[in-house]
């Protein structure tokens, strides 16, 4: 090819985020190669929760609440475009979600959290509003006597992630999108507009390369002189039987699919074997929903999964080009199913047009880890 | 369309299927009495809404699924059958009550 290479961009690991974005670039024009690991590759995409979340993102970070709500607001065209694409529908919905309180400590708790949010300067309003149990039955009359109230937020939602992620997959058929599994990246070298990439099957040459390999960022990343802090943690999901719809609305710990099954998580664990799997942690979560939702004692327990989280140092996302290396991007973040319209449809123009939007984006580069940290994302 | 094998000393029980008794051999498993019991005993599955109805009879391809005493989505060729036992037969998603 004219270049001497055969591809613009070249996409490192092929879950969410690596899929949204060779999508985004696809739709662009570009021509893309997807390099990821073989079926057996560990990947959050495949063990989430599904969730299209907002009402407690950005504690600690401001910039991270306009960044969440913006993808809210553009789920819905996320969604519609890959069903024209592909004939799938995902499944996106947004009545709005709870985070329920047991007991009038979790409440407090509850009210802390919302109060520190909402004084953020700078943070987006999320028209959180605070019920207690009445204001809460009259959504669901549901709920079992514990539940002292909850948090409802208008902007959450949820999505059947798993199909997402067949519609970008098929997507890519229709877009010309080279997916390659069982193509590792080991090595990356050159810079300047030919980056070579080493796989067991051989180099591959591009203009750009995007490390969107998950957890294995932190590896990857110093080989272009960009850095991404993780700390991965893991977290478990229980799954009943389907049932007939009777959540409406999706909560933080529990959320009825499209498909009828009844999803209670997520667990988190300072532990990175996915293989592992704890029981007393199925029970604690199981109980909590139960107490949560009495009707749900009738129902079996068909799955268990733990996964591990994506996660950057302080819970939010890293974007940044390499100094060092233009051409070199990374990208990671927890809550990839989130944030999967800003990816395809913001960060795969910047990606394109080879410069990352200070303004919209800015305050996710990796160079804040120089200084001291923030808080926690929730 | 299914008979039993003769048998001499078999022992009968009886047990409901959506509220119509029916006469099931001690022994037996919930989903062989209901092949043999006559009745339309497809379920409708929960996704697709399409007829099943027990197949391997040995626990392996999870069509036979049933509701045993209130408890959803057993699978009914690993269950015996015991007197008074009531079953139903699942249409499509279950609601709870
Ligand atoms: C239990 C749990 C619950 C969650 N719940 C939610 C939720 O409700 N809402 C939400 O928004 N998010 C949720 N998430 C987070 C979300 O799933 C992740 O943010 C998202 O899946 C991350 O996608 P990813 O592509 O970065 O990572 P991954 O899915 O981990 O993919 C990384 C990819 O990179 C590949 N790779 C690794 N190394 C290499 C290499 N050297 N060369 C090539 N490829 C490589 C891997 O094979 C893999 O395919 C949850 C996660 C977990 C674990
Ligand atoms: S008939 Fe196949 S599992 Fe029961």
Redesign the interface.
Do not use: I, Q, S, Y
């Given at each position: 090819m004219g270049l001497g290479r055969e591809y613009d961009v070249a996409v490192v690991g092929g879950g969410l985020l690596g899929s949204s974005l060779a999508w985004g670039l696809g739709r662009l024009g570009q021509r893309v190669v997807v390099l990821d690991e073989g079926d057996i590759a560990k990947r959050a995409s495949r063990a989430n929760f599904a969730l299209v979340w907002v009402q407690t993102k950005g504690l600690g970070l401001p910039e991270y609440t306009s960044w969440t709500l913006r993808a809210s607001e553009t789920w819905e065209q996320l969604a519609a475009t890959l069903e024209t694409e592909t004939g799938l529908d995902v499944c996106f919905r947004r009545p709005g979600g709870f985070h329920l309180a047991l007991g009038d400590r979790e409440m407090e708790l509850r009210r802390d959290v919302l109060a520190r949010l909402h004084n953020q300067p700078g943070a987006a309003d999320y028209r959180t509003e605070l019920l207690d149990h009445a204001g809460v039955r009259k959504m669901m009359p549901e709920i079992g006597p514990e539940v002292a109230g909850g948090s409802y937020c208008p902007y959450d939602g949820h999505v059947n992630s798993l199909r997402v992620f067949r519609a970008l997959h098929t997507a890519f058929g229709h877009q010309g999108v080279d997916y390659r599994p069982d193509h590792a990246v080991t090595a990356i070298s050159g810079n300047n507009g030919a980056f070579h990439l080493t796989t067991r099957h051989g180099e591959i040459v591009a203009g750009k390369v995007v490390l969107a390999a998950g957890n294995a960022n932190a590896m990857l990343a110093p080989m272009v002189g960009l850095s991404a802090p993780m700390e991965p943690n893991r977290g478990q999901i229980v799954v009943t039987?389907?049932?007939?719809?009777?959540l409406h609305f999706p909560m933080t710990t529990l959320r009825q699919s499209d498909?009828?099954t009844v999803m209670i998580g997520d667990s988190k664990e300072d532990e990175i074997d996915d293989r592992a799997h704890h029981m007393p942690i199925d029970v604690m979560m199981a109980n909590r929903a139960v107490r949560m939702f009495p009707?749900?004692a009738?129902?079996?327990v068909?799955r268990a999964w733990s996964g591990i989280r994506v996660m950057t140092r302080d819970g939010f996302p890293i974007y940044d080009q390499s100094e060092s290396h233009p051409g070199a991007f990374v990208v990671c973040c927890h809550s990839g199913v989130t944030l999967a319209p800003n990816h395809a449809f913001d960060i795969a123009p910047m990606i394109a047009s080879g410069v990352l939007d200070e303004a919209v984006v800015g305050a996710f580069s990796a160079r804040r880890f120089a200084r001291p940290s923030g808080e926690r994302a929730a | 369309m299914f008979r039993r094998i003769a048998s001499a000393n078999a022992e009968m029980v009886m047990i409901e299927v959506d509220g119509v008794p029916v006469t099931a051999r001690r022994g037996e498993s919930v989903a062989a009495a209901l092949l043999a019991s006559g009745l339309s005993i497809a379920r409708e599955t929960p996704v697709g809404g399409v007829p099943r109805t027990p197949y391997c009879m040995m626990g392996v391809c999870f069509d036979c699924l049933v509701t045993i005493d209130g408890i959803g989505s057993r699978q009914g060729c690993l269950v015996s059958v015991e007197d008074g036992m009531r079953v139903s037969i699942q249409k499509g998603r279950r609601a709870l009550a």
């Open positions: 039987e389907r049932a007939a719809p009777f498909e009828g009707k749900l009738a129902l079996n068909v | -």
